[in-house]
Each structure stands twice: as structure tokens, then as C-alpha cells.
């Protein structure tokens, strides 16, 4: 059992900056990845960025260059470094962490969602 929790949400002003924090535990044998993805009201979730264990990283377009993903293995924990926001950031973020747990001697694929943290960037 994995559990994906998601910290660091709020308001923030256009132009600000948030991070936001998420971590995995549970019965964790290794994870290979860890992403954050966002869903605004009437939109579909989409990728904002996703890390693997090897420190391989990918953004959304419309991140680039303001977003920045990192982690931390020891604490099986990732992050996101969100500058220069704009209204079209507000989102629920979603964290998505896929590997392998290992329970009662038996190892298995998870990909387990954490339950979201409220992004909001107003005036």
C-alpha cells in the first residue's frame, strides 16, 4: 500500500512564486517516477512535470522556464518550484508517484494519486 501525499497549495498573486511538496510512503520498494499534474474546472488533467529516479525531467509547455521539478530520495519526496504565476496556473495539483511496492514478500507496480492541493493565482 502507497500512500501520495500533497503539501504547499494557497493563493498567491500573479507573478508570485509557491512550492509545493509532495510525499510517497507506504510499502515502497522503489519509485520510478514522481509527476505533478493539474485539473482546472472544465479542463482535463494534464501533465505540469514529472521526474524519474534517475533525475530525467519533463515539463508542460506552458511551464517551461517558471516551473521546476526536483526531488528527494531519501524522503521519497518531490517537488515543485512554481514562479512568474499566472491566472491560467490555478489548478488542483495532483501528485502521481508509479514504482514498485513490495508487500508479504510480494512485489507489484503501483501508480497511486495523491488527493490534490487548490493552486489559486488572483489579484
Known amino acids: 500500500q502507497v500512500q501520495v501525499v500533497e503539501s504547499g497549495g494557497g493563493l498567491v498573486q500573479p507573478g508570485g512564486s509557491l512550492r509545493l511538496s509532495c510525499a510517497a510512503s507506504?510499502?515502497?520498494?522503489?519509485?520510478?517516477?514522481m509527476g505533478w499534474y493539474r485539473q482546472a474546472p472544465g479542463k482535463e488533467r494534464e501533465l505540469v512535470a514529472r521526474i524519474t529516479r534517475a533525475g530525467s525531467t519533463n515539463y508542460a509547455d506552458s511551464v517551461k522556464g517558471r516551473f521546476t521539478i526536483s526531488s528527494d530520495n531519501a524522503k521519497n519526496t518531490v517537488y515543485l518550484q512554481m514562479n512568474s504565476l499566472k491566472p491560467e496556473d490555478t489548478a488542483v495539483y495532483y501528485c502521481n508517484a508509479a514504482g514498485i511496492a513490495m508487500a508479504t514478500l510480494m512485489k507489484y507496480e503501483y501508480n497511486e494519486w495523491g488527493q490534490g492541493t487548490q493552486v489559486t493565482v488572483s489579484s
Open positions: 507506504g510499502s515502497i520498494f522503489s519509485i520510478n517516477a
